[in-house]
Structures are given as structure tokens and as C-alpha cells.
């Protein structure tokens, strides 16, 4: 109780700091609510309306389908070509936060650019909601390694300018504007320029960006790669307590176990190159996840040996 | 001491700036004092301040000093300003569309480097030896690298950015307008500076060309009355002048693309 007590005095608004980040109940052992509910710990003190629907309700995910998908990146005179990805088959549920996770050049940024349409497959269809996807599109937020904002527009702009180049109205897109910079914690900084953002700061734009058109699917790709560990846990943390209250499905793709177990619904390990499908593990560890907690945790112990096993010594037999 | 992006606070460079030529004159002046320059092969600076008052006054072939500067000024910046109204879009095609590319890129290349000296004769046939010749030849050598530039810009633009263009959903015209523009523009106005470097230094090869005013000629004139110290005065007004015009494009550059270079 002393916990919760001591967290409602505060303003709110004074609550979030990046520095400060969410706390450690002495108490319970579980994870105190900072700010805008970063963590899911406690929802009551977000349940006041202020930011529209409830949990899980605003956007309705999609389904996702790679069916024998194979790409590979053509050769050029004497330089080979490369096989990337072979013959990847995976179906993904509406709404969950599957992590594709694989050594370094493994070509799991090749599955997630075919899912962004950025790259067509050599083979293969990629099927979102049972249909084929030809194209880039809105449909597919995408957050990249690199925040990638534009330095001409400010924070605001740069969140909004999905809906503003659609034509949306003006009104409801300052609404859903208002909502996702209170959920990435960036209320206050606006009417900043990107380059006067830290690299967190700048991913929490990149993420708002990506979640205002309230895609059915948001595609990640080591989102989070390029931040300190501090700053990383933190955005871990946001990414799941915004997901839990809006309704994505998430393909993120990690080369960091912890991340993916920290993150994931389900977990799938690729292979060294050419990539394909090593292991599809259900990780279905009750949520809210505190990481403290999470580490000393036995089943999390065994399942990061066997991902790491599988990740690194392929023919090694468990 | 030693780094890239590192600045000097504006007050400590410009003093440094201001140190630096006040030190050169004074040296150019002790040498003088000291008999170490003959007066007609490098008068001092005195002599030049002299001069200076004197033209002030009379004005050089009955024309006044500052008629001299306006006129170059004026030719110049006639021909800044086609060139860059012709050359910014041309080279954004260019950068755009790779048939339109390769089809110009052989002129481009072939007239660049070119000294456009070289093209005084036909530019008197062809466009007499009015104002009209002058003005093309200036324009002529900023066209070529404000398109060579401007078409890299555009080539330079990230493949993040465009890739996030298409997740967007922006249309063609959205994403040359709201991406690939604003990107392009820091390196635009890069080449434009280059550009009217460039240009500056054809205006006394244009002033040769039958001109009877201009400070370009007015070197030319005054170098064949052996006038040294007017040779000299007409050479720092074009450095000088030269210089003002590229710090008003700085100064352009920093209102227009305040994110050049932070990203």
C-alpha cells in the first residue's frame, strides 16, 4: 500500500523522467506504474478515460502468413548472389508479439523488409489477413533501427505526418496525437526539433509515429539495437504497455535473447544463412513481466539456454 | 583543439578572423615602410587607401566607384539567379529520373569542366557584345554544378527515409515534396554556394568582353596603365564582394534548412 500511496501524490506530469524510469515496489516486489503506464503493473491509475479506449480495444490486429517464403539478393559480376531467407513458413496470430530472433546476418531483416513490402520474395507470398501483400503500406507501421525522423519537421509533426499526408481530419488526428505522446511519454516536447532529442527520446517519436495510424500490424526491426541497456529496458517496458492497450500484432525482430524473452509471445529462431525456421517456441510467461524478476526466473533460464543453443550450435542436440 | 563539428564561440572566431587580417595588413604594411616592395609592383596599403579616396571621389573613366561594383553585382546576380531557376529543377529531375540522367549527363559533364573562357568568341557571335553575352557566360559556368549537385542530392537521400515515405503511404508527389525535397535541400544549397564560387570568377573573363564598366574590367583597364594600386583595388572589391555574397547565402542557407548537418 505504502508504494501506491507515495506514487499517486506525485503530479503526474512530474512523474516522467527518462532518468527515472519505472521503480521497484520494496513491498510486493512488483513493478510501480511511472507516468503514462509503462508497465502494466497497476491499471487503475490509467483507466480514467483520458486516453481513449481501454486495453486492447482501439486497434484490431491482423493475421500474418509467410508461405514458403525465399529471397535472394541477386549477384553482381563476379560477387555472388546471396540466399537470404529459404523457404520460411510461419502463420502469426492476430494481436500477439512474436520476436524473430537470429544470429547476426541470419536474414531475419530480409523476412521483416518482405513483410514491410520493401523486398519482394524470390518465392513465396507473405498473406496478411488471408491477403497478399504486393506493396508498402499503412496498414504495416514500420519502426526502423534508426529512428529515421525527419529533421525539417517538429516531434509533433513528425508523429502526425502519416495521417496529415492520408488527409485525415485535423481533429482526430490531434486527438490521437495527444493520446500516443502521453502513452511514448513524450508530453512536453512537442514543438522540439528531432536532432534535440537523446536516441531513446527519438524512438519514442519513431514509435508514436508508428502507432497513430493504429496499424493492424507494426513491424520492428531492433528497434532498440542502438540504445544503452538502461534506456533499452525502458523502452521495452513502453512498447509492451502500449501494445497491451492497443492491439497490434508485432513482429519484432531481435538478435537479443533477453529482449525476446522479456518481449515475446513467442519466440522464433532462425538459422545462420541462409535463414530459415529453427525453432518456433510458445512463451506464453504471465504478464505483467517485471525483469528483475524475469532473470532468476528457471524457466526463463532454461528456455535462454536453449535459444542460445539453438542460435549458435545449430546441430547441437538438446 | 582539433575537431570536426566542434565550433569556436562566434565572438572568439571572429576575433581570431579579425586578428589574422589585421596582422597580414600590418605586416604588408611594414614591408612596404621597410622599402622591401617596390610601390609598382606591390604598393602598400596606404597607397591603396589613397587611391581608394580618390576614386571615391572622381570615380574611374569618369564612372563612379560604386556604379563600377553595381554593375558586376548586377550581371552577377542576373546570372545566379537563371541559373539556379534553371539548373535546381533540372538537376532535381535529373536526380529523379535516371533515363533523363543518362541522356544529359554526357553535356553536363562535357561543359562543366570546360573554361568557359574558351566560349567568348561564340558568345559575341552569337549574342553580341551586349550585356546578353556577359550574363550567359556567368550563367553558363554556376548551371552546370548547381545541376551536377543538386542531381546528387537527390541521389543522396537515404534509404530510410524513402522506405519510411512508402510505409507512410505517400504518393509520388507526396514523397518528392515532403521527403525527398527537404532533404535534399541542405546539399542543394551546398552546390549553389560552390556554384556562385565559381561563377564570381568568370565575371572578369565576361567583363572582357567589350565592357567599358565593372570592376572586372576595370582591373583589365587599370593593368594596362600599369595602375597597380588600382589593379589591387578592383581585386579586394571582387574578393571582398565575393565574400559578402557568399555569407548572405549562408545566412539564407541557415533561415531556409536550420537541421543541415544535425541529424
Avoid at chain 2, 572589391?237 to 541529424?263: F, H, M, N, Q, S
Wanted: glycine letters at 12%; charged letters at 20%.
Amino acid at each position: 500500500m505504502g508504494c501506491q500511496r507515495e506514487r499517486l501524490a506525485a503530479p503526474p506530469e512530474t512523474l516522467w523522467d527518462e532518468r527515472q524510469g519505472p521503480g521497484l515496489c520494496p513491498e510486493t516486489g512488483t513493478r510501480t506504474v511511472v507516468g503514462t503506464g509503462v508497465v502494466g503493473g497497476d491499471e487503475t491509475i490509467l483507466n480514467d478515460g483520458s486516453f481513449g479506449p481501454g486495453p486492447g480495444e482501439s486497434i484490431r490486429g491482423s493475421s500474418i502468413a509467410f508461405e514458403a517464403v525465399s529471397h535472394r539478393y541477386p549477384g553482381r559480376g563476379k560477387v555472388p548472389g546471396t540466399e537470404a531467407v529459404e523457404d520460411f513458413s510461419v502463420s502469426i496470430e492476430p494481436g500477439s508479439l512474436v520476436c524473430l530472433l537470429g544470429p547476426s546476418g541470419c536474414g531475419k531483416s530480409t523476412v521483416l523488409n518482405v513483410l514491410a513490402g520493401f523486398e519482394k520474395p524470390t518465392s513465396g507470398r507473405v498473406l496478411v489477413d488471408g491477403r497478399e501483400i504486393s506493396k508498402p503500406g499503412p496498414d504495416r507501421g514500420i519502426v526502423f533501427q534508426e529512428a529515421n525522423l525527419l529533421p525539417w519537421r517538429k516531434v509533433l509533426a513528425n508523429i502526425t505526418m502519416g495521417p496529415d499526408l492520408a488527409g485525415r481530419p485535423k481533429k482526430e488526428t490531434k486527438l490521437k496525437a495527444k493520446r500516443f505522446i502521453q502513452l511514448t511519454g513524450l508530453s512536453g516536447f512537442e514543438n522540439h526539433a528531432p536532432y534535440e532529442l537523446s536516441g531513446g527520446m527519438k524512438q519514442r517519436v519513431a514509435l508514436a509515429r508508428a502507432w497513430i495510424s493504429e496499424p493492424p500490424i507494426l513491424v520492428m526491426d531492433e528497434p532498440f539495437g542502438a540504445l544503452d541497456a538502461q534506456t533499452r529496458i525502458d523502452m521495452q517496458e513502453l512498447l509492451v504497455g502500449v501494445w497491451e492497450k492497443t492491439g497490434s500484432t508485432i513482429l519484432f525482430v531481435t538478435h537479443d535473447v533477453d529482449e525476446a524473452l522479456f518481449l515475446a509471445d513467442r519466440i522464433l529462431v532462425m538459422t545462420p544463412r541462409p535463414g530459415r525456421l529453427a525453432k518456433d517456441i510458445p512463451w506464453p510467461m504471465e504478464r505483467p513481466r517485471v525483469y528483475e524478476n524475469l532473470v532468476v526466473n528457471p524457466e526463463y533460464a532454461a528456455l535462454k539456454r536453449e535459444i542460445l543453443l539453438a542460435m549458435r550450435r545449430p546441430d547441437y542436440n538438446i | 583543439m582539433i575537431g570536426a563539428g566542434r565550433e569556436l564561440s562566434p565572438g572568439v572566431a571572429v576575433g581570431i578572423s579579425v586578428g589574422t587580417v589585421a596582422a597580414f595588413v600590418g605586416a604588408w604594411h611594414l614591408c612596404g615602410r621597410l622599402g622591401l616592395l617596390s610601390p609598382a609592383i606591390l604598393p602598400p596599403p596606404e597607397e591603396i587607401w589613397l587611391t581608394t579616396v580618390e576614386i571615391l571621389d572622381i570615380g574611374y573613366h569618369q564612372i563612379p566607384l560604386w556604379k563600377h561594383v553595381g554593375v558586376s553585382v548586377a550581371r552577377a546576380l542576373a546570372a545566379f539567379a537563371l541559373a539556379i531557376t534553371a539548373g535546381v529543377p533540372l538537376g532535381l529531375a535529373m536526380g529523379l529520373f535516371p533515363v533523363l540522367s543518362s541522356a544529359l549527363e554526357p553535356f553536363v559533364q562535357f561543359f562543366r569542366p570546360l573554361p568557359k573562357i574558351a566560349l567568348i568568341p561564340l558568345a559575341i557571335l552569337w549574342l553580341g557584345i551586349g550585356e546578353v553575352s556577359k550574363i550567359f557566360l556567368i550563367f553558363l559556368s554556376t548551371l552546370f554544378t548547381v545541376v551536377v549537385g543538386s542531381a546528387a542530392s537527390v541521389k543522396g537521400v537515404g534509404q530510410g527515409k524513402l522506405r519510411l515515405g512508402a510505409a507512410l503511404g505517400t504518393n509520388s508527389w507526396q514523397l518528392i515534396y515532403h521527403i525527398i525535397l527537404p532533404a535534399s535541400l541542405p546539399g542543394i544549397f551546398t552546390s549553389v554556394r560552390l556554384a556562385i564560387g565559381v561563377g564570381w570568377t568568370t565575371l572578369i573573363a565576361s567583363e572582357m568582353v567589350a565592357a567599358d564598366s565593372g570592376m572586372g574590367w576595370m582591373v583589365m583597364n587599370a593593368s594596362s596603365y600599369m595602375r597597380t594600386d588600382l589593379v589591387l583595388l578592383g581585386i579586394i572589391l571582387l574578393g571582398v564582394t565575393g565574400y559578402i555574397l557568399d555569407y548572405v547565402l549562408v545566412l539564407i542557407e541557415r533561415a531556409c534548412v536550420p537541421w543541415a548537418g544535425k541529424e
